[in-house]
């Protein structure tokens, strides 16, 4: 009986802590919760747009902060939010790779690109990343031959449309038509890249449209192209304020056609009759001025930012990257393209701000790789670095095979700091694969300038979690990549001992700005290190959409914040 009336009791203070609970818990209607939800929803920018600058190091921020103008780089930096530390985590540091990244979340491990171009081991010929037979050239007579079907995940771009049904606008912009083509994703409306040559103009695939759109012809028969290559590069400020860079006539600087020095002023109308044509004006700071100019005739044209979606516009600047690799990280050239970059950035934040609204648009702006120091310039300072003989490492490796193997076919491709072995003859010879690759590996450490190598057995049974290994762990692709890798040592670069190159996992090639920026972001820095597959995740939770399907990296919880 005592126990019956036990159980009673904890039954009856059992169901009033639930009545008091109840009627202090205040509970949200399911309508109410939609409400909610959608007014979150709508706090959606517009517009997103991803600004990726080519060949950009994170130290031309502070490098050059002074001769920069209030409405650009500095605008950016001091009312956004800086991160300070963020590196890309894999080996090679190419473009292609670097844009594929940037905007699918991940690595070459999952994305498949695995460089600009590379050896296709089934075909047995290189190829390029967005060379694609099946479409053809709008706009042009030739160059438009691409698509993205090469990048095998979605990029952020991809998920915005998903996440939208399909509407929304996405659209590529570059002087490079793998920096157009690579962001904008599979699922986009457009991606335009610059044809040079005696084309000049903004050009397409029939991956997305038959023709090209009348404010995109209008733009490419305005003569603006033209026009910059009709002008004279000279200095935007006066040459001797240029103290953060080498003397303009040094030891270190590539040459353009027709030029005898490597000095300011240089005169377009005569050079582009010796450096391609219309191509010269991808070489110049000009080219970075008509990429915002083609951007801007895209948003008017399109009406980016009008509707009640979320459009996304994804430009990059090419023409950093060509003059950097021409005349090097310290050149007078360099600096003044970056001076121009920034009047040129300024420009396009205030014509967002006009046309599509302040309030109503984000943007991030990074890079896809940085660059290192002219090497034969730091040799001069007696910092270690060189030059990598790749005809000698060849003659090399035919020397390991012939000499363990008695044969100079057992290596069918070098490139890309890859060796790619002939299966048929490796069977042909009764020898073991693995077996072979680890000989070969073992020697090649031998040669000049090669710091580690790899085989692809070790890289496929063993987790690298620290150092270079590691960064190339996150390069390598089972399908795609190599049998044998190797990293040249720090500051080794095969490239001319003029200008210089970009590649490795070392920090001079990995360290890149990244700025967020706009409706939502809070102002603020950070120098916590972050790799560069996280973009692609915060832009996720930023926009409240799924991450891209190959996603390895993290959201940037600080921006959000």
């Known amino acids: 009986m005592k126990k019956l009336f036990f159980l009673l009791l904890v039954s ?55 001769k920069y103008g209030e409405g650009g780089f500095k605008r950016l930096m001091n009312n956004g939010y800086n991160l300070e530390n963020v590196h890309f985590n894999y080996i090679p540091t190419y473009t292609a790779v670097g844009h594929a990244s940037i905007y699918t979340g991940t690595t070459p491990v999952n994305h498949g690109i695995i460089s600009n171009d590379w050896y296709d081991k089934f075909q047995k010929k290189s190829v390029y990343c967005v060379d694609d037979d099946n479409f053809k050239t709008v706009g042009a007579n030739s160059g438009g031959k691409k698509s993205p079907h090469r990048m095998l995940t979605t990029t952020i771009t991809d998920q915005l449309k998903l996440s939208q049904n399909m509407q929304g606008k996405t659209i590529g912009i570059s002087i490079k038509d793998r920096s157009a083509i690579l962001p904008a994703g599979h699922t986009a409306n457009a991606a335009y890249w610059f044809e040079g040559g005696d084309e000049g103009k903004f050009i397409t695939s ?67 009759k010796t450096n391609g044509n219309y191509s010269l004006l991808k070489a110049i700071p000009a080219g970075n001025t008509i990429t915002t100019d083609f951007a801007e005739a895209a948003i008017i044209g399109e009406n980016l930012g009008k509707s009640e979606f979320t459009d996304f516009l994804a430009i990059s600047y090419s023409s950093t990257d060509y003059v950097g690799h021409q005349f090097g990280i310290d050149a007078k050239e360099l600096e003044d393209t970056y001076i121009r970059l920034d009047k040129d950035l300024e420009r396009f934040l205030t014509f967002l701000d006009a046309e599509v609204g302040a309030d109503n648009y984000m943007l991030f702006l990074t ?119 190797f990293v040249p040592n720090p500051s080794t670069i095969t490239y001319s001992k003029k200008g210089t190159t970009h590649g490795s996992g070392y920090s001079y090639d990995t360290h890149v700005p990244l700025i967020f920026y706009g409706k939502n972001i809070k102002k603020g820095q950070s120098d916590v290190y972050y790799p560069i597959i996280d973009i692609a995740p915060t832009l996720s939770s930023f926009l409240k959409i799924a991450q891209p399907n190959g996603n390895t990296g993290k959201p940037i919880i600080e921006v959000l914040e």
């Open 12 to 66: 009856f203070s059992l169901t009033q802590c639930i009545a008091i609970k109840a009627e202090s818990t205040t509970v949200v209607p399911i309508e109410n919760s939609t409400k909610t939800y959608q007014s979150k929803l709508r706090e959606n920018p517009k517009l997103v747009v991803g600004i990726v600058v080519d060949q950009m190091r994170y130290d031309y921020l502070i490098k050059f902060y002074n």
């Open 367 to 485: 890079a896809d790789h940085a660059a290192v120091q002219v090497p034969s310039y730091s040799a001069s300072l007696k910092i270690p670095g060189g030059y990598f003989n790749i005809t000698a490492f060849k003659e090399f490796v035919n020397k390991i095979t012939l000499e363990y193997f008695s044969s100079d076919k057992i290596v069918e491709d070098i490139s890309n700091y890859q060796l790619f072995l002939n299966k048929e003859e490796i069977k042909d010879l009764d020898l073991d694969i693995h077996e072979v690759s680890q000989v070969i590996a073992d020697e090649i450490i031998n040669f000049d300038n090669v710091y580690k190598s790899v085989t692809a057995l070790t890289l496929q049974t063993t987790s690298f979690n620290s150092g270079i290994l590691e960064i190339l762990q996150n390069g390598y692709n089972q399908k795609f990549s190599g049998d044998i890798l």
């Open 206 to 272: 029939t991956f997305y449209m038959d023709k090209l759109p009348n404010w995109a012809s209008e733009f490419n028969n305005s003569g603006k192209a033209n026009e910059y290559l009709n002008e004279t590069w000279n200095t935007y400020y006066d040459i001797s304020t240029y103290t953060e860079t080498l003397p303009d006539n040094n030891d270190y600087e590539g040459l353009f056609k027709g030029k005898t020095t490597p000095t300011f002023p240089y005169n377009l109308t005569d050079l582009r």
